[in-house]
């Protein structure tokens, strides 16, 4: 059995539970949502219920008051499929607002959000699990953070400890703890019933899809454009559905931490949310197999997967330790585009990814537009994947993925 590997997001849980009487954690089917819970210091001494148990889902809907019964600081797993135990614990929550009551999870983020907001308003702090960053497989969460050093003002300098340039067989595998922990396992066997489990069970309990061989194709083609900006219109065209269909099944796709939308950087804040998105998905290791990526030396996806892959360790680490941070990708029509732009407070950190180990002058030409368009940008990095950390100007860098991720 595989030793438990520390999540970086409980410790935020932990403290979340220390002053809201609701936390939630929400996150992609498999993620490693449950194996947290059970095992974190901060959270293994709770009172578990697991509602994928029938006979405890049947209890909860028939007699929620007994089940909420059986402790006073209660984990419910899968929490989105009762909701006839909201009501009774926003009336527990508002008789005695104890810090840490319930820690409510669940894998569809629109069924259970929807939930909360509706009977737990002012009443819940919620959290997205990540897949599993480089950090936590490597059991390195115990250091500061790249990233934060960034923000913080503290320049590369000297690295105590390389770590390895990104393998691509990191990319293939993602961040799925079933598979990237599990050294020796038939990656696509996995990955089949992963994608089977979720479009016969979670679409069902987050939308009521007719289509479900649409949805299939759907999810296939948006693979295919991991990392592009999303355009409905020919993504409903190759997919054969209509574009409000569409719209509706991406809504699924996204509501169940599937993929995500990245959203344009811009000096008009408003201006962001009528702008084209980018699509990625949440787990590169889904992406390589959906797309049908079993070697990745000369595959034309090469770049666009590890796009993806640097993406979701990023995630990880915003998500834990920059807690207002934001992630964006910058483009001006035609001219230039950078991938990702963090934005934590007042500053920024600009990243462009590139799969090889060799870069050359061309490769910095949208960072620079990037510094020179952007005030608060405390650095530009060219992350690339090789093993030396390079001064470029002042702000701008060439930086190891090994580095950037560590």
Known sequence: MTDYRRREIAKLVGRALAQSPVTVVTGMRQVGKSTMLLNENALRHREYIDLDDFA??????????A????????TLDEAQRCPELMLEIKQRVDKERKPGRFLLSGSANFALLKQVAESLAGRAISFT?????????????????????????????T?????????????????MPSVCLAGDIDRTLWFT?????????DVRDIAKVDNILGLRRLLQL??????????ISNLASDAHLSVLTTEKYLGVLEASFIIRLLPPFLGNRASRLIKSPKVYFTDSGVASYLCGVERMREDPMRGALYETYVLQNLMGVVGAHLLSGRVY??????????DFVIEHGRKTVAIEVKASSRWGPGDLSSLKAF???????QAAILAYNGEEVVSLGERLWAIPIGILLS
């Open 193 to 201: 019933g992963f994608e089977q489990t979720y479009l016969e069970r």
């Open 67 to 74: 089940l909420l019964g059986r402790g006073y600081y209660l």
């Open 129 to 157: 699990l990540q897949p599993m960053t480089r950090r936590e497989i490597g059991g390195t969460i115990g250091r500061e953070p790249f990233l934060v050093r960034m923000f913080s003002g503290k320049p590369p300098g």
């Open 56 to 65: 405890l889902l049947e209890e909860a809907k028939l007699n929620p008051e």
């Open 329 to 338: 990708f910058w483009k001006v029509q035609g001219r230039h585009e950078v």
């Open 371 to 377: 510094l020179s368009a952007t005030t608060g940008c």
């Open 222 to 231: 948006a693979a295919l454009r991991t990392a592009q900006t999303l355009n």
């Open 159 to 175: 690295i105590k400890v390389m770590p390895s340039p990104v393998k691509d067989n990191d990319v293939l595998l993602g961040g």
